[in-house]
C-alpha cells in the first residue's frame, strides 16, 4: 500500500531583504488628496455595522422606540413612524461599505418588530397577531418611507464609492 506524504516539500527561505515589500511612508490624509471632513463630521460617530448588527441595532432601536410610544405617548403610531425615519437613515449610515445592500433589508424588519408593543391587539397569540398585522397594513406609508430612506442613503454611499474608485489619484511627494 502506497502511503502519501502529508506535509509539502520545504520552500526556500529567502533573505530578509527580499521577503518584504516596499515600505510606505504615513501620509496624512489632506496630504494625499483624501478627504477632507468638517469639525462637525469628526465629531460626529462614525460606527461600521456589519450587516446583522445594522439589522440587530435597527431592531433594538424600534423596540426602544416602541416602548417609548407605548408608555409617553399612549400607543401613537404616527409618533412611532416619525421616529423610524431617523432609525432607517442611521441604519443606512452606519452600516459598513460592504453591507449597505443589508440596509433596506433590515429597516422594515425592525419596523415589524418595534410596531409589537403599540400594536393594539387583545386576547391571546391571534389577538396580538392580528394587532400587529393591522398596524403594519394600517401605517404602510411610514414602513415605505423609512425603506425608502433607507435605500437612497444606499445607493448614495454607494455611488460615492464608485466614484472615489474610479477618480484618478494624485501622487503627491
Do not use: N
Not at 510606505?24 to 460626529?44: H, N
Not at 416619525?82 to 443589508?102: E, G, K, M, N, S
Amino acid at each position: 500500500m502506497e502511503q502519501y506524504r502529508t506535509r509539502s516539500a520545504p520552500h526556500q527561505q529567502r533573505p530578509p531583504a527580499q521577503r518584504q515589500g516596499p515600505r510606505s511612508v504615513a501620509v496624512p490624509a489632506q496630504a494625499a488628496g483624501g478627504p477632507r471632513r468638517s469639525p462637525l463630521a469628526r465629531r460626529m460617530p462614525q460606527p461600521r455595522l456589519t450587516g446583522l448588527g445594522g439589522g440587530l441595532f435597527a431592531c433594538a432601536a424600534m423596540v426602544l422606540v416602541g416602548g417609548v410610544c407605548w408608555l409617553l405617548f399612549g400607543s401613537s403610531l404616527f409618533v412611532y413612524g416619525l421616529l423610524f425615519l431617523p432609525v432607517a437613515a442611521a441604519t443606512a449610515l452606519w452600516v459598513r461599505p460592504a453591507d449597505l445592500i443589508t440596509a433596506p433589508i433590515g429597516v422594515p424588519i425592525a419596523f415589524a418588530a418595534g410596531v409589537w408593543p403599540i400594536s393594539g391587539g387583545s386576547g391571546g397569540v391571534g389577538g396580538q397577531l392580528m394587532g400587529l398585522v393591522s398596524a403594519l397594513s394600517l401605517h404602510a406609508g411610514w414602513l415605505y418611507a423609512g425603506t425608502l430612506v433607507a435605500a437612497l442613503i444606499a445607493v448614495v454611499r454607494k455611488a460615492v464609492l464608485i466614484g472615489r474608485r474610479r477618480m484618478p489619484r494624485r501622487v503627491t511627494q
